[in-house]
């Protein structure tokens, strides 16, 4: 095939390398597309705006309906594409990028110019992306009854956690995520001021009034003067939420067992207003490394970091509050991590679930008598969730759950609460919050 038009030329070549170097990371090393994006993006600096945004959608597009393109896919290359062997013809490979950006409804040049050379119609206004995967099948030649169950690998829809709506799940599979910021408390209204002084769109939170939902924009938010003093955080509002569980008091001890690169570390911190002390730890220097910067940006000093192999705590001295943020299947994010889904497992969520049952009991020794442990995942899986909560208190009766309010409705929960991504346009996440008694 030759490469559409002329002026589009020189930005399809490079679709056409970014696609394959994405697919095959995504199957051959089982790695997120932002990450391999991003390496494309720094090997391939000649690539201009215009580039890395028709690059950015159709990458994401593909990656988000791959279970859908597919089903386009004869089974041999098929079984090909998912072991990391990108075969496809130049053809092939430009048929799937316009299949993935005319299922996104991108409305683009390049794009039109792809179905013009495909000899593909365009697409009605209204229609939606499980609408439009049917119409570009039926225009391929191909009688494929799409549905949105295909979006995931079936062993996902039966390990779902029965009190999600599947359909209402899978549907907010197809949609974009959202960017949600945490403003600090008392920088709020000079963050939200120099968001609109940046022309940067903005939503409030009606449930948190430090959550706020940033609309695309030209401005780039991290060059503001309030993100570089540490006035507000990238962070989900269900993170932002499982944060709220924890309810970190000033004075406290806490300990923030998988820390990560420290999101839910610095809510602590601002919820604790720097008084007490905060431990954060993680198998990964570098993700601690990351916390610091972080950490001395935000001007919080109560934070210490300390990598830890996760063995069994063996301190001296325990801590009024334990979060166990869990590694785990990613279920959650799969909205954010599009394409991940296709790597996992049934029996990858066996190891997580036997890792966090691991972590739960080298870390409960660390909740002093009287103090909470608060456990969380970004998982859709009862397995991970609620049925983790349940076999870990039948090994520790000396914890019981404990009652808190629902950072997002206020309503009191039984120790429980999943935080339902296509009610609150977010990732899902579950936590619980447990008492050790006295």
Not at 83 to 101: D, P, V, Y
Not at 157 to 180: F, G
Not at 388 to 400: N, T
């Amino acid at each position: 095939m030759e490469l559409a038009i002329g002026k589009f030329r020189a930005q399809l070549v490079s679709l056409e390398a970014a696609l394959r170097q994405v697919l095959s990371g995504l199957f051959g090393r089982k790695l997120p597309p932002d990450r391999l994006l991003n390496d494309f993006f720094r090997a391939n600096r000649r690539c201009g705006s215009r580039d890395r945004r028709l690059i950015s959608a159709a990458t994401y597009a593909l990656c988000r309906y791959w279970g859908w393109l597919r089903r386009l896919l004869d089974k041999k290359l098929l079984s090909d594409v998912e072991q990391g062997e990108i075969l496809f013809s130049r053809r092939e490979m430009m048929t799937l990028a316009c299949g993935a950006l005319f299922i996104a409804g991108e409305e683009n040049d390049c794009r039109r110019a792809l179905c013009r050379e495909l000899d593909i119609g365009d697409f009605a206004p209204g229609t939606t992306p499980l609408d439009r995967a049917g119409i570009f099948s039926a225009a391929l030649g191909q009688k494929i009854a799409f549905s949105l169950y295909d979006l995931v690998p079936d062993f996902a829809l039966t390990a779902m956690d029965e009190c999600l709506p599947r359909e209402k799940v899978l549907e907010t599979l197809t949609r974009r995520p959202p960017m949600w910021l945490r403003l600090r408390e008392a920088r709020r209204d000079e963050v939200l001021a120099a968001l609109r002084d940046a022309e940067i769109p903005f939503e409030e939170c009606d449930f948190l009034p430090t959550a706020v939902r940033a609309m695309p924009s030209k401005s780039n938010l991290f060059t503001l003067e309030s993100f570089r003093r540490g006035d507000f955080e990238v962070q989900d509002l269900a993170s932002q939420a499982i944060g709220r569980v924890a309810s970190a008091k000033p004075g406290e001890r806490w300990f923030d067992a998988c820390a990560g690169a420290g999101g839910k570390t610095l809510l602590l911190a601002e919820m604790m207003k720097n008084r007490g002390t905060i431990q954060a730890g993680d198998i990964r220097q570098n993700a601690l490394d990351a916390l610091k910067l972080r950490a001395r940006r935000a001007g919080f000093s109560n934070i210490f970091t300390k990598v830890h192999d996760g063995a069994a705590w063996k301190g001296r001295h325990p801590f009024d509050g334990v979060l166990v943020d869990a590694p785990c299947s990613g279920s959650g994010v799969w909205r954010r991590n599009a394409g991940c889904q296709w790597h996992l497992s049934s029996d990858d969520i066996g190891s997580y679930v036997a890792r966090q049952s691991e972590i739960l009991d080298h870390f409960a020794a660390a909740v002093k008598p009287g103090g909470v442990l608060v456990y969380s995942t970004c998982s859709l899986f009862h397995a991970e969730n609620g049925d983790q909560v349940a076999r870990f208190l039948d090994r520790h009766p000396e914890f019981e759950l404990e009652d808190f309010a629902h950072p997002l409705m206020g309503e009191t929960l039984p120790g429980t609460m999943t935080v339902a991504g296509e009610n609150f346009d977010c990732d899902w996440m579950f936590s619980s919050r447990m008492r050790r008694k006295a």
